[in-house]
């Protein structure tokens, strides 16, 4: 009982059954919100077309995690992206960096996943 309790700390839980199909929906709606994101001017046009895109409700699991990814792999891949990304992402790269420089530790840990 323990030994699983401490293997699961360390692999994660197993699942019992096949994995849940993910929704097409999502992976569209995710699509739609990552293409706005890139595109954007200003965050007041892009709050603006995302509160179109999705309410507040309609926020899922599904969709966060595919428009995660979508945007990991835009980036990634150098994608074009509009004057309100691009500030976007070099105002993270800058933040990002200061952290790792006033918390080393902490930037270690969060590197290595613990």
């Known amino acids: 009982m323990l030994l699983n309790s401490i293997l699961e700390c360390i692999f994660g839980t197993l699942v019992n059954g096949p994995l849940p199909l993910p929704d097409p ?3 569209a709606a995710a699509s739609n919100i990552v293409t ?15 509160n179109e895109e999705v309410s507040t409700n309609g926020w899922t699991n599904a969709i966060a995690q ?5 945007l990991d792999n835009a980036i990634g891949a150098g994608a074009e992206m509009a004057q309100a990304a691009s ?10 960096i200061g952290f790792a420089r ?3 530790v902490y930037a270690t840990l969060i590197a290595l996943g613990i």
């Open 87 to 96: 500030d976007a992402a070099a105002q993270s790269k800058h933040a990002a």
């Open 66 to 70: 595919a428009t995660l990814h979508g």
């Open 102 to 104: 006033d918390h080393p």
């Open 36 to 50: 706005k994101i890139l595109n954007a001017d200003t965050p007041y046009s892009l709050h603006k077309q995302l």
């Open 25 to 27: 929906r999502s992976a």
